[in-house]
């Protein structure tokens, strides 16, 4: 039985910060493979990064268009993105 992938905020030591389903991790290495991953190029609000995992991209945000899948490096963390944070990025033109 395959596992379910689940959504995940994503920050790398090069700042960069990401969105998408988290496909594979390893700790180790510090990498992960994210599938319908977005990068947040800006982010508007006063709720930190956090708050994309939380709430989702705010007005204002600029997200990057989706590609299908990606491995990232020098991996930071990993955090769990909420039902209502997923919703929004998904819905995100």
């Given at each position: ?83 209502e944070a997923v919703q929004t990025f998904?819905?995100?033109?």
């Open positions: 039985m395959k596992k379910e992938m689940k959504p995940v905020l994503v920050t790398t030591e090069y700042r960069g910060v990401f969105f998408g389903w988290l496909e594979k991790y390893e700790v180790a290495a510090r990498r992960v493979t994210l599938t319908k991953i977005r990068n947040i190029i800006h982010w508007s609000g006063t709720r930190g990064f956090l708050g994309l995992a939380s709430h989702g991209p705010e007005k204002d945000s600029r997200i990057g268009a989706e590609a299908p899948r990606a491995a990232l490096h020098g991996v930071t963390s990993v955090t769990d993105c909420t039902e998904e819905s995100w033109k």
